[in-house]
């Protein structure tokens, strides 16, 4: 940390803060300027005694120099992280994830698990608990989709990724799935980050809506200083004053989080735009920006998807978009798994 | 719903649209215009089918014109609502909540609870359960934190407002808090929320830190539709680009949730600045604008505090706010509570 | 400035980057700490050679402990700053500014500067030039404008405020107003600034739609240090994700500027908000928050007025809010001028 | 346009809402719904006369349905445009525009033009007049900087790309340049505009820091009712919350600008990320999301540029970047200009 005094600020002021310093265990270092002093902080940690510092008379700030996680930064842990998930692995490729919104019924579930199995696609996503903003919205069938996800697991082989909302039903999620999602309005949600610190199963972290990289990385330590070193960071559009998409997809954080973070970074291209027409366009950028993969939204019938039908992908839709990766992957020296 | 045609929509896409609607059981009204058709549509009770008809040929636009709550909605309750909480009230005054962001020890709770009781203040805020951002910062005292909290509020009489994190904990908390307190990061914690609509506590709800205004009166819904009508709406800021501020802190919320609901609205000037400075003005603010009341960080050492130090104000800062709020209370034709 | 190293920073690049700080002609002192090493800088006055050091091998981030503005900063100027307008003054007091939002005709504008007088309000707006989001919405009166308010002056006394859009027509704008009003939009457009710099009227400076107090502090910087000193300081809200008023209104923005200028700053709630009915509430609020003034759209027939109907006060509206002013003022120990 | 009326509203409210619509010349269709009446308007042509009906007793809402730009609307102009600049074209390819951010001196100008030349890279850009957001930071050459570009592009034969900050310099700036931009603080600036509407050069029109889509593309309009018919649209970048880049890079309007106008788009990735680092990452995503093209900062010595080297690629580092952009252009169906 870095004390910038006053430009006003007294000797006396200069002194008290180096003395708090010292007291709190640390060492300062004064470097006098010729408008300001600033008072260099070593020894430290972390933020602790920020708050007390900027109280003091003459502080005018504070400035902190380090970040606060240390088992996700690529600092401590230089090479890539990649591991296996289902019949595939994240990181060090391009790995694809696609299916519905919602497991809506047995039918369609499996009917899209065949599809994508048939393309090659191995790891499939459909919510069975979902997180709906309206109380009178339909809120996924619950149990019954993770009995459907089971069996169609069990049919096609295929990998599940299915959201957990809460500590309570996390252990059955748990048995079902390959991957487990944790949604961006739980980013920060510790009792079940804390929960899932400790699950058997990879973690889905989507990126919060309104989420500094900090804060989300922050988030992800949670997950790993419990003991769960198997994290996929998602991007999903962040909150913005822009409305002509559902969020701004901020793909400018897949070179940031490589520079900060080991952890493999995936792009979620339809909540990120919100329509399905734009999901073809992003989902190019996301492999030429670098991503490890996708979470992509696809409906056997969109005009009838019980949730986001506007932003599924139809099948032709998606086996366009499928084709229209592979030499684009070649291209840039990466494979799609 | 309004469907707002393409300018080259053909009358075949129009007719489609229109039995599409047909189909989902409303009534279309077509709206010939000079340059693109619009259809009204009636019948329905919310945006299902929005999606199916986004996704039609010749479809622009699908426009909302309803909102999705009811039971939060001034236009289905025009009275302001008001209800009776610890021993004071919430609702038809400017009910001041005061106190340490966590319950630290038992002394500077105690302290704390008898310099408000002393001047007037009826409710104390202190939080046994914290989410913090780190994994590795201080998370609160836990089960000790609410013995704290039950002995200080059997002592001292004042009422207690203290947050769940999770719905493992809620029927703790409730035995002992007076409110109940859902932060800004659990905004969108569905199981949480309908968990705490069967709470025997009002439920004090703040703001997500990027939600819209339809957005937190549906999180509001869910606590009303499950059977909870104690609900206090809390303005703490929200996120933006301005960093001069911890957070921004929006108060014309207050007249905007005035218009369209019939709950009662308070600010967080502490956690909606996050200086101690900017606290007075912004209190004097929300009083002026018509807020139902302030919830103010206050901690007898902020220096020494364990989190958020830096935006508490210590005894003597809160009592010269508090003797400014009176006067202004008087002028406004409003009550300090 | 400090430069922070990257926790694998090898001694060799500690020792460059010291060699370039002092290339710079600057003073390195490095600080060792246990993670990682950061180097303050001291002889420099601005962030001048900070994109060079950034770039050098080893560099994580190079921190900013200083910002650009000298003249409107408190620091230099420790007194708040007034200066006499017309017939009354800014700075000291609650100045208000109301009027149209354009100057539509001779008779609306007479009408509003006649009830504006006999209120007591000392200083009317009214565009003559407008900026128009669309090129097809109506652009202003231009010239004839002007000659409205010269005439609408001499007639009632009243000190206009208007808007320049271009250095073109800014000797025949310094000529008829008593204040010189840069849009939202013109904050940085350094040409503009630069020419009112050495007009003969004080300016009053808008905050850009997404400014941060830094580039507005900044702005107002190019107005003082080209010789104007008197600064005005308006914030009309900034740009949000929030979709229920038409911008933001960031009052914290009263005690910060405050905190970091002499400069008076003042209110628009009526751009803030976007609608009238909640334009009082806003009004009280800025009072209260300790701004300098307000600027307020009022119109004899906001129905049909031309532009920003919407947002404007009818006479009897403006009339009601200007009487609960006053007692507030008192209470507050300032008046209204 | 669509009156939404309170669920409270009397039959004689929705009546006079009615005759008003009358009264401005349209046709009102009333739109009666179980829960509340909707009023669709047709036979306007813009969003004249909304504020009137806002303010109308019963009135919810009114609801715009149509935008305000017409030539640059996809929907009057089908086919993508695409124009001649210099020796090259812009629509229809992925156009390169590289160069330093400021022109420095007449060497590192006529080093970058030859640098570029060789690649085949046939437009320069390199700003004469550059505007700051501290008055005390390097403001650009000026007039040097135009006989350095006019002297470089009559050596080189590069197209030349400059900044117009204002109506004085246009005319000079016209002779000399290829193409004319319009920065991100000047989008909205329309007395700059309407100017340019009339130049005979292309206009790059920069998105404004905070522009939505329809405010981008009205300003546009300015350029287009004015004749200037070759625009191009630029994203550099916007401003949200997110501080891990300079500002946030919206790649997603490509598709969306595809969807609405025949303009061509092009990335900014320099600006839109501040670091150079990232820059090939978001040049590779913009082509494979289907942008027209790219500006890119490039300074033959970045550690000692005047302004923006943070974010200046270096000549070997453009060269690597160019040359995977090529295989990647053969992938994707277009072709590098």
Redesign the interface.
């Known amino acids: 940390m ?1 004390v ?1 005094m ?3 600020a007294t000797p006396e002021q200069i002194q008290a803060v180096a003395e708090k310093i010292h007291a709190l265990g640390y060492m300062p ?1 004064v ?6 002093t ?1 008072i ?1 902080i ?2 430290n ?2 933020p602790e005694g ?3 510092l ?3 008379p003459g502080v005018e ?1 504070v ?1 902190r ?2 970040v ?2 240390k088992l996700v930064s690529r ?2 842990h230089p090479d890539s992280s990649t591991f296996p998930v289902a019949s595939t692995r994240v990181g060090g490729g391009f790995t694809l994830i696609a299916g519905p919104c919602s497991v809506e019924n047995e039918k369609t579930t499996i009917e899209s698990a065949q599809f994508l199995t048939r393309l090659g696609v191995k790891l499939m996503r459909a919510g069975a608990y979902k ?7 339909f ?1 996924g069938l619950g149990e019954e989709g993770l009995r459907i996800l089971a069996k169609v697991r069990a049919e096609t082989g295929i990998g599940v990724v299915t959201e957990v ?4 039903n996390a252990g059955r999620i748990e048995e079902v799935a390959d991957i487990l999602q944790v949604g961006t ?2 980013m ?5 980050l804390r929960r899932l610190a400790s699950a058997s199963k990879p973690i889905l972290l989507k990126r ?3 989420a ?2 900090e ?1 989300w990385l ?1 988030a992800a ?2 997950l790993m ?2 003991g769960n070193r198997r994290v996929i960071l998602c991007e999903r559009g ?8 559902r969020n ?9 989080v490589k ?1 900060l973070s080991h952890l493999p970074v995936i792009i979620d291209p339809s909540h ?2 919100g ?4 999901v073809p ?2 989902s ?7 991503a490890d993969g996708l979470i992509v939204e696809v409906h056997p019938d ?4 019980l949730s ?3 932003q599924s992908l139809d099948f032709p839709a998606f086996e366009k978009m499928y084709a229209s990766l592979k ?2 992957a ?3 020296e990466t494979e799609i798994l």
């Open positions: 870095l910038v006053n430009a006003n270092h470097i006098a300027g010729p408008t300001r600033a260099g070593t020894g940690r972390g920020r708050e007390a900027l109280l003091m700030d400035v120099v380090t606060g996680y600092e401590t997180p709906r903003t309206s109380p009178y919205a809120q909302l809460d500590v309570e309005r739980n920060q949600n510790y009792p079940l919060g809506m309104a500094t990289v804060e922050l330590e949670y200083s419990g962040v909150r913005t004053f822009a409305d002509h998409t701004t997809l901020d793909l400018s954080i897949i070179p940031v520079h990120g735009t329509r399905a027409e734009y366009a992003m190019r950028a996301a492999l030429a920006a670098g969109p005009r009838n998807a986001d039908g506007q030499p684009l070649q291209v840039l």
